[in-house]
């Protein structure tokens, strides 16, 4: 009885805490069977007490092998809600394992085929989180509590199997149960959210009981809805189905708002609750418009066929809910013959202005992709000629380049830092790396040719590296040696959802201005012209000039007769809460780790990688902005990180040709500013120069066996001209300045 006893006063615990007590009554009846000295009497009136609250009844014989049997509980579930019911478990085979519960009518069975969708309308889990035990006791008697969750009202029947672990259901089927339950509608909520115009929009909303639980459960959910996601998205008016109970609604809508919070009771009647967003910061009122030009609509987390994914529609819908202006949604190798079909070389007619979405290319799961996969925007035809789905794309990434660039195409690689990662959180560091990934490896090749574009005329290669979306040291590093080295390509910002993250779209951005109306095609155009900066929206530097030379206008480069200092200004916000998110630890910082020191090095790899907890400045509410000059610090300035947009200016001397950029390390990040010094090129370290020739070496050496056997002299070449060109550029580089950081 002991035993008993205690697991009885554990299920008591856990009901409440589930918000599911047992009636007043029973919980006195109890009590009186706890204190009873008899243990005969106390089990007895223990098991009149809670039978009639279980659902199921299992046996365990001798043998270990399961049998289950409905019990009188009366089998009523709630639509859109959980409720909780007792198993009664007699198990004369001591089995200390877990109580485990299928059915096919929630996840498929192991080994049996998925069911259809439709026909998967419950959820269940057995109830073993603190204070119930995960396993059973081993005693011949106790309860478990099973959760069960129905998306629909109305008569439903599922069969639900209890196994405690492989091979110990009965024969016969009977550790099967056959039952048929009554779903109670749930009362719809009317969702109303405006912005800080007023006027009706789309948001993010996470509802939450009191227990924790996320409603719509994610288990069940179906487009526009994904199961990853704790947030659905709602516009003003929509209706969301909840059973009665408390319930905790929080709204978001993008980094550039601040999240709502309410609370609102559900009685089983229709009811509404509004919100009224409030923004703490807007760009595209400045004329910097927000975008992402990596999401997907198929593949990776991407639920029932991830092979096909989701319409246009669903992803509209995301964009305008985490308030991105921009969004190419890219097709790749999953999902590419059956999302190819959504490719017009347009704006999608789902678009809503200023929510802008058109479908381009990612090469990767065919063609180049072992070499770095590229994204590949603004393309007229989307597939390579020769074929009609990716099964006979070019291996040799430059020869996928020359393609998209003849068409007038926007391209560069994706997720740059795969590949790249090396043990130093210095920028630039001298480590050479693996190059074994699939961002920007072949990237030091690319990078040094020139194709023809549309009119024939040379066009770089590549036009942009991705940033946000992998450890900024990787990425940052190979793009600060090419720019010492003379290449001006530019950085935009990804996300890479939902496979680098499945969060939201829109954690990675890029900030881009354009004159007059935004399109897709000003805003790729923008990425190309470097005239935007990149982070994860909750750090902005806008209008960054140097000596009245605007990012990104008239190709970003100012000229000086000689020798100058040079006036950098900007504006600079960023908004940090006061109080430390201890979950996110800045990259100046230290942290203790499984009993040693875990150093920035070790936190430069760990999600989120950009975020502006990252920049946060010990526990001060503050950010460090930086001038970059040749990839290191000429000026730094500490801003409050409050959410209010100031004025900064640096005066940095400059002594011959560079770069110059601003960056809040770890949030955000300028194109840079080209300054040409006495009309000499632009080539500010040999050290760049010779990391990037002991690179290309190294990645012929990973490369090689990925390339087809028709474009191995194409490779070959290509290789040969990325190291005519290195040892050219190292003959006229000067020796490298090393000064001291300001």
């Not at 749930?186 to 007023?198: F, H, K, Q, S, Y």
């Not at 020869?399 to 130093?424: D, E, I």
């Not at 939902?498 to 900030?511: A, Q």
């Not at 990180?641 to 200016?649: E, H, Q, S, V």
Request: glycine share 10%.
């Amino acid at each position: 009885m002991q035993p008993l006893k205690l697991l009885v006063r554990r299920l008591l615990e856990s009901l409440e805490f589930l918000g599911n007590p047992l009636p007043a009554t029973d919980r006195a009846a109890l009590e009186e069977a706890l204190a009873e000295a008899d243990e005969a009497k106390a089990s007895e009136r223990i098991q009149r007490v809670l039978d009639p609250h279980c659902l199921v009844g299992v046996s365990i014989t001798p043998e270990a092998r399961v049998s289950a049997a409905q019990g009188p509980a009366s089998a009523k579930l709630l639509q859109h809600g959980w409720r909780q019911f007792l198993v009664k478990v007699d198990n004369r085979a001591g089995v200390t394992s877990a109580l485990r519960v299928q059915s096919e009518q929630a996840l498929p069975l192991h080994g049996s085929p998925a069911a259809k969708l439709d026909d998967r309308w419950l959820d269940l889990k057995v109830f073993d989180d603190s204070p119930m035990p995960r396993t059973l006791s081993g005693s011949r008697l106790e309860y478990r509590i099973l959760q069960l969750y129905s998306r629909d009202a109305g008569k439903r029947a599922a069969v639900l199997t209890f196994d405690v672990g492989h091979g110990t259901q009965d024969i016969g089927f009977r550790a099967d149960v056959t039952l048929t339950f009554d779903g109670e509608a749930a009362a719809p909520l009317t969702l109303g959210v405006r912005d800080e115009n007023g006027q009706p929009t789309m948001a993010a909303f996470e509802i939450r009981d009191r227990q924790g639980r996320t409603y719509p459960s994610q288990a069940k959910r179906v487009p526009p809805d994904f199961f990853f996601h704790p947030q659905v998205y709602r516009y003003d008016g929509e209706t969301i189905a909840l059973p009665p109970g408390s319930y905790t609604i929080a709204v978001t809508r993008g980094p550039e708002y601040l999240a709502e919070t309410k609370t609102v009771t559900m009685t089983g009647k229709r009811q509404s609750v509004a919100f009224r967003l409030r923004r703490w910061i807007d760009p595209a009122k400045l004329g910097w418009w927000s975008g992402d030009h990596h999401i997907h609509a198929a593949g990776c987390s991407h639920f029932t066929k991830p092979t096909e994914g989701v319409e246009p529609k669903v992803m509209v819908r995301h964009v305008r809910g985490e308030d991105l202006k921009v969004a190419a949604s890219l097709t790749w190798g999953p999902g590419f013959d059956h999302q190819k079909q959504f490719f017009t070389g347009a704006e999608d007619v789902g678009s809503a202005y200023p929510y802008l979405i058109r479908y381009d290319i990612e090469v990767s799961g065919f063609g180049s992709h072992k070499s770095g996969h590229l994204v590949l925007l603004g393309l007229k035809e989307q597939i390579y000629p020769g074929g009609t789905s990716k099964d006979h794309w070019p291996t040799l990434g430059l020869n996928t380049l020359r393609w998209a660039q003849k068409q007038g195409a926007v391209a560069g690689p994706a997720h740059s830092g795969w590949g790249l990662g090396v043990a130093s959180n210095e920028l630039p560091n001298y480590l050479i790396p693996p190059y074994d990934g699939i961002g920007a490896n072949e990237y030091i090749v690319d990078v040094t040719h020139e194709v023809p574009g549309p009119d024939g005329r040379a066009v770089p290669a590549v036009d942009f590296m991705s940033t946000a979306d992998t450890p900024l040291i990787w990425e940052l590093n190979v793009w600060y040696h090419t720019l010492n080295a003379g290449f001006r390509t530019r950085i935009s910002g990804e996300t890479d959802f939902p496979c680098i993250y499945g969060d939201r779209v829109g954690m990675g951005r890029s900030y881009v201005a354009v004159d007059g109306k935004l399109t897709y095609d000003k805003w790729i155009r923008g990425v190309e012209q470097g005239r935007a900066y990149v982070g994860d929206g909750r750090s902005h530097i806008i209008d960054f000039k140097v000596t009245n030379v605007a990012m990104g206008r008239n190709g970003s480069e100012l000229r000086l007769a000689g020798p100058k200092k040079v006036q950098v200004t900007a504006q600079v916000a960023a908004l940090l809460p006061e109080t430390p998110d201890g979950t996110i630890v800045p990259y100046a910082s230290q942290v203790t780790w499984m009993g040693g020191m875990k150093s920035s090095v070790e936190t430069m790899s760990l999600k989120p990688y950009w975020h502006v907890e990252r920049a946060r400045i010990g526990k001060s509410r503050k950010v460090k902005l930086e001038a970059i000059l040749d990839g290191r610090p000429a000026g730094k300035a500490e801003i409050v990180a409050d959410g209010t947009l100031r004025p900064i200016a640096f005066e940095v001397p400059v002594k011959r040709s560079g770069w110059l950029a601003l960056r809040i390390l770890g949030t955000a990040h300028t194109n840079p500013v080209f300054v040409v010094v006495a009309d000499k090129p632009i080539c500010s370290s040999r050290r760049s120069i010779e990391w990037l020739q002991q690179g290309v070496e190294q990645l012929w050496g990973q490369k090689q066996k990925t390339i087809a056997p028709a474009e191995m002299d194409d490779a070959v070449s290509a290789y040969d001209h990325a190291r005519a060109t290195y040892k050219r550029l190292h003959a006229v580089c000067t020796p490298d300045e090393v000064s001291a950081p300001p």
